[in-house]
């Protein structure tokens, strides 16, 4: 099931062809994105996304449409979306710098999809992970900005490369670290740990992406009175931690149970406790 929608609200058929093949999305990757997760026909985190989506764009110097023409798509996705047979929905905001010499607006559109299998078991039973080096230094974001490092741009291959690494380790997942083994982030989520009564995640300014769900967690989290902390910390402290997760918005909160082939402490009601927290925001 895929519902496309266009920025100005009208839906098309997502198995008709809508891009150039000179389009810079295609030729080079030059554009940015973000997913959604909608539940019964709501958007988790939208405003976040738009913003998330408006900063990558503003680091790229790419003109992006308006919110209204977003928000346009968006109903228009979920409107169209049959929700009494599927209660879920991966939304994905695209936009690229367009025809390579042409002046027009960019492209921009919306697309909804199921959620797979995959990401469901994900959820449900944990992950395992290996640790990869990212390659650069936790300072770099500021001192080389047009390397882009917390912009979310559709210029993934290296990502997914890291997962296929994984994949033939045996692991389902990443966790990427800095030159000096500070935890930087997975190829598509924020890595959390708790510490006690305190959950920790990596700052933007060592150039990860800035995280709508790891946002959600801690916000909740802190109502409840546990402490959040936003800092660097290096990958042994994962070994040691109470529990590690990775958040992201479609696999939620998800336990990682295996590090690098050693077993981490994953406590189910720990875990049942960190996801709760995260659910009560919606």
Not at 178 to 202: F, H, K, Q, Y
Not at 208 to 215: A, E, I, N
């Amino acid at each position: 099931m895929r519902v496309l929608a266009l920025l100005d609200g009208t839906l098309a058929d997502p198995d008709t062809p809508l891009l150039h093949a000179d389009d810079l999305g295609v030729q080079r990757g030059d554009g940015v994105f973000e997913t959604v997760l909608v539940v019964d026909g709501h958007a988790r985190e939208l405003v976040p996304h738009l913003d998330r989506l408006e900063r990558s764009a503003h680091l790229m110097d790419l003109s992006l449409p308006g919110r209204a023409s977003w928000q346009r798509a968006v109903d228009a996705v979920i409107g169209a979306w049959p929700w009494g047979t599927d209660p879920e929905m991966v939304l994905k905001l695209v936009c690229t710098r367009g025809v390579e010499g042409r002046d027009d607006a960019p492209t921009g559109f919306a697309m909804g999809r199921q959620m797979s299998s995959e990401i469901l078991r994900k959820r449900a039973n944990g992950v395992s992970a290996i640790t990869l080096e990212r390659g650069h230094a936790p300072d770099l974001k500021d001192r080389a900005p047009w390397l882009l490092l917390s912009a979310k741009t559709l210029s993934y291959a290296v990502n997914m490369a890291a997962l296929r690494e994984a994949e033939r380790r045996g692991a389902d997942e990443v966790v990427f670290t800095a030159t000096d083994g500070s935890v930087l982030e997975g190829p598509t989520s924020n890595v959390v740990l708790a510490r006690g009564n305190t959950l920790l995640t990596t700052p933007p300014a060592s150039g990860v992406l800035p995280g709508t769900t790891q946002g959600a967690l801690f916000r909740a989290a802190e109502r409840a009175g546990w402490r959040t902390r936003v800092e660097p910390f290096p990958a042994t402290e994962l070994f040691h931690a109470d529990g590690v997760w990775l958040a992201s918005s479609i696999r939620l909160v998800t336990q990682v149970h295996t590090l690098d082939g050693a077993q981490l402490k994953a406590d189910a009601d720990l875990h049942a406790e960190i996801t709760g927290l995260y659910e009560s925001q919606y």
